[in-house]
């Protein structure tokens, strides 16, 4: 059995509702429901084991509030997470990317009070160590020279350097036979990250430790393992699926690649919040991949969702050909468990093991910064400007403009700001921001900007790399629509990646930065029906001539007449490192900050901001910039999917004129019950 992105969601609570609302509808989320399943699974074997695949400290309220303790309430305490997991009995856990997202010693704290052991086998020592002539290490960013590691020189790498953690486990269980018989099985575990982990948690892993390609590193252990005696291996990487079969170095989804190493018998992996088996679209096309079957490369495979709303079930049969001395894999199959129907229907110990930890949560959360008299949520992003966005992107902007006034950053290069509605759907039809009562509070902050790791970056770019990364940003979020009832978005497309730009306002309260998107035209950057980019057979994306950024006005003045013009954008470590990408392929990082997240950033602005009322009791404003405007076949109207909740249909019917709720419904991928919005162009 396997669960995987719990993200610290252990009771189906929605710490960004009301208690009101949460007592009348637990959430479809949660290790206290998930326990059910694995109690009920337990129930029909007579041999099994469980395993957690990784980002489990962090990601949710009760994730943030446990974080802000700190390393010393750990030394003391067991985080929640284990208490509920060590009453489960897990056998073995794996380290996810987001368990880097508080630093090394904070992970070595909480990992402490789980009683199952911990694996990875892709995280390297680097401190003491020193490089040879084999492995080239970059003296400043301490990154292993790639061409060096791949040139035929990978064994040294290994050979060289230690691992940080454990990389695997051969697991002793006494199993019972069909002939009634006990026998010793030996279970190998092994565990990856994905690489990029030095990208998105630099500040506290440079030069701390290194990191090694999954495949490769799996080719170097697996042969180990068989050699000590493990019977079966089973991978649990924090690693997906989803383009995997582009099969290049240091990929972050390397499932499909794992599934072809010899002598890996089981997947049940993650980090994509998907799920598998399925039978949804989101893997048509991909080699090997038998997705309704759950088989990669004819291997078992699971990936159970994400916060518990799913449990992981791989079924081996195994066969022993010399009385129970060896034993191997005659037959397989996997299968995912979806939560009971009922709600109520929870692991009432999971529940009391952290209660504590959830008052701590709710008192934590409810902490207020100032006033509000609208409601501010992410419904409607990608068709409207939305304030949701815009407070981060505010935040980000001031950022940047202190540093042109500090001479951190030139005065006279024109500042922007970009950023994404964090959550849009990804978690499922509730999985929004939605402050809509009559303060803004700490749950608001965690509520604007999730992922609570990132660290501040400012790009200096030009024009014409703006409009390159504007472009390549609209060819994943929208369809290109023509007729009445076509749908608008590529609803599979991840909102965080949704990056919105912003310039400020004038001194009459105008927008500087205002920006169109003709979803008429076909995209500049070839898709695939899901929104997925599309690469040629040399790995380069797929251009056309075609346009959809087009009226880029900053103070009245057209940027594309000048597009060797200099900006500046503030963004975050994730977005500054994605070297990948058009337009941000050609920037230079300006400046980086690695002492406040960006959270920290909408924090601080938005307590500023309240200071700075005459009045506490006065209210915060943030004047919608409209920043950007779609474009369409004039009078057309089109099809998206949102959230189905009551205060999604109220907003639109209130504030946005051009978008109808109706009462049809739809899935994306395999997350259900999406209202279907109807968009009209003007």
Partial sequence: ????????????????????????????????????????????????????????????????????????????????????????????????????????????????????????????????????????????????????????????????????????????????????GTYTVKVGVIGFTPPNILNWDKRYLECKVMLADIKMTAEHYVPKMKAEGAD?????????????????????????????VDGIDALMFGHDHNNFPTTSNTYDGMEGVDAPNGKIFGKPAVMPGFWGNHLGVIDLTLRSSDRGETWAVKSSSASLRSLKEDPYLQDEMV?????????????????????????????????????????????????????????????????????????????????????????????SVADLYVFDNNTPAVLELTVADLIEWMEVIVAQQYQTVAEEGDRLLHQQFRSYNFDVFFGGFDTDGESLLTYSIDVSQAPRYQVNEIGELVYDANGNLIQTNSRRISNIMYAGEALENDLTKKLYVVTNNYRASQSWM????????????????????????????????????????????????????????????????????????TYLPRVTPTQEFDNVADNEGFRVFTYTFD
Avoid at 381 to 407: F, H, M, P, R, T
């Fill in 1 to 180: 059995m396997e669960t995987t992105d719990l993200h610290s969601n252990m009771k189906p609570y929605n710490y960004f509702a009301s208690p009101k609302d949460n007592a009348l509808s637990p959430q479809d989320y949660g290790l206290a429901r998930t326990a059910v399943l694995i109690k009920e699974a337990r129930a029909e074997a007579l041999n099994s084991m469980l395993f957690d695949n990784g980002d489990l400290i962090q990601g949710s309220p009760m994730g943030d509030y446990v974080a802000n303790l700190g390393v010393a309430y750990l030394e003391r305490n067991v985080h929640p997470v284990y208490k509920a997991m060590n009453y489960l009995g897990y056998d073995v856990g794996n380290i996810g990317n987001h368990e880097f997202n508080y630093g090394l010693d904070y992970l070595a704290a909480a990992t402490s009070g789980a009683n199952f052991p911990y694996i990875n086998a892709n995280v390297y020592q680097f401190e003491g160590k020193q490089p040879t002539n084999n492995v080239a290490v970059d003296e400043e960013t301490c990154a292993v020279d790639i061409d060096k590691h791949f040139a035929g020189n990978y064994a040294a790498f290994f050979d060289q350097f230690e691992p940080y953690f454990t990389p695997y486990e051969i697991l002793e269980r006494d199993f019972t036979a069909t002939d009634g």
């Fill in 232 to 260: 079966i291996i089973v991978a649990i990487p924090h690693s997906g699926l989803s383009g995997g079969d582009r099969d290049e170095d240091f990929m972050d989804n390397a499932s499909w690649q794992l599934a072809q």
């Fill in 351 to 443: 529940n009391y093991l952290v209660s504590s930890d959830h008052e701590g949560t709710m008192d934590f959360m409810a902490e207020e910064i100032g006033n509000i008299d609208e409601p501010i949520n992410s419904y409607f992003s990608a068709v409207e400007s939305d304030i949701s966005v815009q407070i981060v992107n505010e935040a980000q902007y001031s950022q940047g403009l202190s540093w042109q006034d500090d001479g951190v950053l030139d005065s006279s290069i024109t500042m922007l700001s970009v950023s994404a509605p964090f959550k849009g759907g990804r978690g499922g039809r509730e999985d929004y921001t939605n402050i809509d009562g009559d303060a803004l509070t700490r749950a």
């Fill in 582 to 653: 058009p337009g941000v392929a050609n920037a230079r990082i300006a400046h980086e900050d690695e002492v406040d997240s960006n959270r920290d950033l909408v924090n601080n602005y938005l307590n500023a901001k309240s200071d700075d009322l005459a009045d506490p009791n006065d209210i915060l404003e943030f004047p919608n910039a409209h920043n950007f405007t779609l474009v369409g076949p004039s009078g057309v109207t089109v099809e998206f999917l949102s959230s189905h909740l009551e205060a999604a249909e109220s907003f639109a019917n």
